[in-house]
């Protein structure tokens, strides 16, 4: 196992990940911030810019499946971590509003 450090919206968060991992989950990591600061931070906690971030990214991913063409939509194993990625936040983001 390996550790990786990713800066996501001005936040470090260590990541473990497998050897040789290292470099894809880095890049995964500044997709997500790069989503983030598209989306700007005014009026958005923390737990709510990772929701929306990652809801964001898994409709990516979906209109490049329904496509069918174009870029190749990403290994399935990365659909299934955005999605499970999508549905903690939301639970996160409703406990915080709640």
Do not use: W
Not at 33 to 40: A, V, W
């Amino acid at each position: 196992m390996s550790n990786v450090t990713l800066l996501i919206g001005g936040r470090s968060y260590s990541v473990a990940c497998a050897e040789g991992e290292e470099a894809h989950v880095e890049g995964l990591g500044q997709l997500i911030d790069g989503k983030i600061r598209d989306l700007g931070t005014s009026g958005h906690n923390e737990v709510r810019l990772l929701l929306f971030a990652a809801l964001l990214l898994a409709d990516e991913l979906h209109e490049a499946r329904s496509k069918g063409g174009g870029a190749a939509p990403p290994a399935p194993d990365h659909a299934k971590t955005l999605e499970l990625l999508a549905s903690r936040l939301e639970k996160y983001a409703t406990s915080l509003e709640g």
